[in-house]
Nanobody
Framework: QVRLVESGGGLVQPGGSLRLSCAAS????????MGWYRQAPGEARELVAS???????YYPDSLKGRFTVSRDNAKKMLYLQIHSLRPEDTAVYYC????????????WGQGTQVTVSS
């Protein structure tokens, strides 16, 4: 069983930045791909960014440029830096473990709310 705990969400003004964190309960081996997904009210959950254990990253074309995913395998942490936040970035952001660069794995965190509003 893998437990994932996200943190770092909150209320931020448009144009601001946030850094989300995800703490994993398991050792992050070289076989583990992790990702960030988000779900806005009434919308399907979508992939924001993913990263392999060796550091290869993937961003959907529509989200390239403002999001940066990183990980620290020794600390069992996953991060998402978001710049130039927009109201449409408002969503619950979820950490995911065990998938591929473009498909989620079986383990999810509980999510952290990001609200972009003035």
């Amino acid at each position: 069983q893998v437990r994932l705990v996200e943190s770092g969400g909150g209320l931020v003004q448009p144009g601001g930045s946030l850094r989300l964190s995800c703490a994993a309960s398991t050792i992050l081996s070289r076989a583990d791909t992790m990702g960030w997904y988000r779900q806005a009210p009434g919308e399907a959950r979508e992939l924001v960014a993913s990263i392999t254990a060796s550091g290869t990253t993937y961003y959907p074309d529509s989200l390239k440029g403002r999001f940066t995913v990183s990980r620290d395998n020794a600390k069992k942490m996953l991060y998402l830096q978001i710049h130039s936040l927009r109201p449409e970035d408002t969503a619950v952001y979820y950490c995911n473990w065990g998938g591929t660069l473009q498909n989620n794995g079986p383990y999810w965190g509980q999510g952290t709310q990001v609200t972009v509003s003035s």
